[in-house]
């Protein structure tokens, strides 16, 4: 199946511009934040998009918005396909964004080319992903599997005390008449995202077929040593809590690097106190970042650490508590869907590898549901959830093309 | 030579409670920052007092107090002794407040019992020596040596903009007819402080007899790595500036240990950016403060530390750069006045230990115009520069008992 690379590119490269440019800011960043005006001009132009593209445009309760090309088999479970239409704060133009746009470009080729599938292709517009006005992710994709049920609405404010279900109903969405989001008739799922990582810009690979979407463990460390006069103090008679943080992050990041890829493991945020050049700190606070797609090495390495931490704490009397902020397992893409898209891959003649998704995507709201599969492009320098985010046209291109045929497979033949 | 213990423990006390007062906060901290209306009381309360002892009370141009009692050989140079009447904010009641007490019982116990002496003796009252307010420190004393001249005063502004020129002559001071603060007629100069650290505590010691004061090399250390997305960068990829400080604070704290005491060094403020759970720290900056009382093995020590800390960052493709914020050498104290010290406390039978000052005094404005020496009493837990510094009033006592004997012997005898 032969597809015009450049008519494809052209239509993925000029979406990306058109919805790059609505909540775009002036320092160049995005801000699409969800059920604000940029984030509803978004969906509305989506689904005007998907209107010319020949497809049913509907909205569900919360506001995902969903493009239908009905199969000729219409109770036949459906092929979903899509991403998020949310931002993070001053964000690029790619990130969510371009999942929407080479799943329409493909659902729009596939009509265009072949029309009527067997079974229903849908493109999904989910309204929210990255957790960035709510402290509630996957908003979207989450009340399609049904992990957040809508009562959530009631609970999640933003910074500035607005309840996520009324800015949800002044977005005109929450009613009762609406779809239930909750959804139990999909086949398969299937995501495109740019890496947001530097591995395949290293290898020199096209695209990245996702293994599994990494567990995480997040983990706030509080340490409690002994303020005290800098210059009055012996070194013996010290405890700076400071030194024993400097300790544990070496012994971090050397347990990290025996564990060998994929586990990675990050120090991001640190606060000190007092804070004072000539004052020993006294307390510090540090948070934990760690990541494999092994629920059981994530767990043991996990344990190790922390128990090494406790003994490092001990050692020098400094007080220690951990809290645990995230919990969240492997999420293992489906072995089948993951194997027809190498097939695809070596068939194109692409440089493909097998990858961990260091990043967590709408795809690990839908493995539990149905058989999930999400690839990548790559990303300029691996920089994301910045204005600096870019992947070039080709990549972009490359991914649309490898869907459009993965969809075709799924949506249109008998394999 | 014999002075009723409960009579000087009293009036030292008693006069420390009364200060303390000037300048409380509902905290319990004290805040008397220079040229402040508290400051301004707090003079005046000092000055009356120096009337009442029978002092004859003057103010210096740049608002330094002094209470004198004139020698029988007016032109010869003078004994002084004191220490400094501001604070910190929400510093404690002891710091430079005890040793103007002290200075203030001692003189008026001299005079009163053994009238006026050989030599003048004058009690002083620094204007400034913290720092707290505007960024000069030792405005005080360093406007008696000359390291400040007094057009310097139009340069240091506070954080709210104000001049200190200009605070200073909204106070009363700065005036052509006012004295010039700068003396070329000082013998001797004696300051006694709290120790501000654990060591008397720990021993058990009296008194502490300092020997130098430490010299100090304050940096900032800056580290340039590479921001990057906490899950999507492998361990091997990176370019975290956290980690790289980390292995440095660790070497820093290796390095001291291993050089013994005296030395002390620590981090004491530390910025990441962006700071972010998820994010790989991309730049670190943080401050480094080394102090010893031997100049040579001072600049040996963070020429070797800050060499490794070099080597650290190449190895980890770190960009690395260093500021120098403070470089001041050790002063030491001189030798006869501290052995007289000394020689004081063994006759009292009073435990007492040679240390260094590990923070910097107004003793040090004096080394390089007169003989100088200082000593210390015990601080309880070494806490400082807060309200729960404490001394003890035995050991408040004991301080002033060692000063009046060896003031007695500097400005009574021919010793």
Same mark, same amino acid.
Do not use: M
């Given at each position: 199946m032969m597809i015009a690379k450049? !008519?494809?590119?052209?239509?993925? #490269?000029? @979406? =990306?511009?058109?919805?790059?440019?609505?909540?775009? !800011?002036?320092?160049?960043?995005? #801000?699409? @934040? =969800?059920?604000?005006?940029s984030w509803r001009r978004a969906q509305s132009f989506l689904a005007e998009r998907m209107e010319e593209a020949?497809?049913?445009?509907?909205?569900?309760?919360?506001?995902?918005?969903?493009?239908?090309?009905?199969?000729?088999s219409p109770e036949a479970p459906v092929i979903l396909t899509g991403s998020h239409v949310d931002t993070v704060r001053s964000g690029g133009k790619y990130d969510g964004a371009y999942g929407i746009a080479a799943s329409l470009a493909a659902v729009r080729e596939?009509?265009?080319?072949?029309?009527?599938p067997k079974r229903t292709l849908e493109v999904v517009s989910f309204c929210e992903e990255e957790g960035?006005?709510?402290?509630?992710?996957?908003?979207?994709?989450g009340s399609v599997s049904g992990a957040h049920p809508l009562e959530l609405a009631d609970t999640a404010e933003d910074p500035d005390g607005v309840l996520l279900g009324d800015a949800m109903r002044e977005a005109g969405f929450g009613r009762e008449d609406q779809p239930d989001p909750r959804r139990r008739d999909i086949a398969a799922f299937i995501e495109v995202h740019v890496e947001q990582g530097v591995i395949l810009e290293r290898t020199g690979d096209d695209i990245g077929v996702v293994e599994t979407i990494a567990g995480q463990r997040r983990y706030i460390v509080t340490l409690e040593g002994e303020a005290n006069h800098a210059g009055t103090t012996p070194m013996s008679m010290r405890l700076d809590a400071l030194a024993a943080a400097a300790e544990m992050m070496l012994v971090l990041e050397k347990a990290a690097s025996r564990a060998g890829e994929p586990l990675v493991a990050t120090v991001g945020r640190m606060k000190t106190a007092p804070n004072i050049p000539n004052v020993i700190p006294g307390t510090v606070e540090f948070t934990l970042d760690i990541r494999h797609l092994s629920e059981t090495l994530l767990t043991g390495f996990c344990e190790a650490v922390l128990g090494k931490f406790r003994s490092i704490a001990e050692r020098r009397s400094v007080g220690f508590s951990i809290q645990t902020a995230l919990l969240s397992r492997p999420v293992p893409m489906d072995p089948l869907l993951t194997g027809k898209l190498e097939q695809i891959c070596r068939e194109r003649g692409l440089a493909y590898r097998r990858m961990m998704s260091g990043a967590g995507h709408d795809a690990q709201s839908f493995s539990s549901l149905c058989p999930t599969a999400m690839?990548?492009?790559p990303s300029r320098a691996g920089i994301s959830h910045s204005p600096g985010e870019y992947t070039a046209p080709e990549h972009l291109a490359t991914g649309a093309q490898v869907l459009t045929e993965m969809l075709h497979e799924l949506a249109y033949t008998d394999a």
């Open positions: 450049t !008519e494809s590119e052209a239509y993925v #490269t000029q @979406l =990306l511009e058109d919805l790059g440019a609505i909540g775009a !800011e002036r320092g160049g960043g995005i #801000t699409r @934040l =969800l059920y604000s005006e020949g497809l049913e445009v509907r909205y569900d309760r919360v506001g995902n918005l969903y493009g239908r090309l009905p199969g000729k596939l009509k265009n080319r072949y029309g009527q960035s006005r709510f402290p509630l992710a996957y908003w979207g994709s690839l990548f492009v």
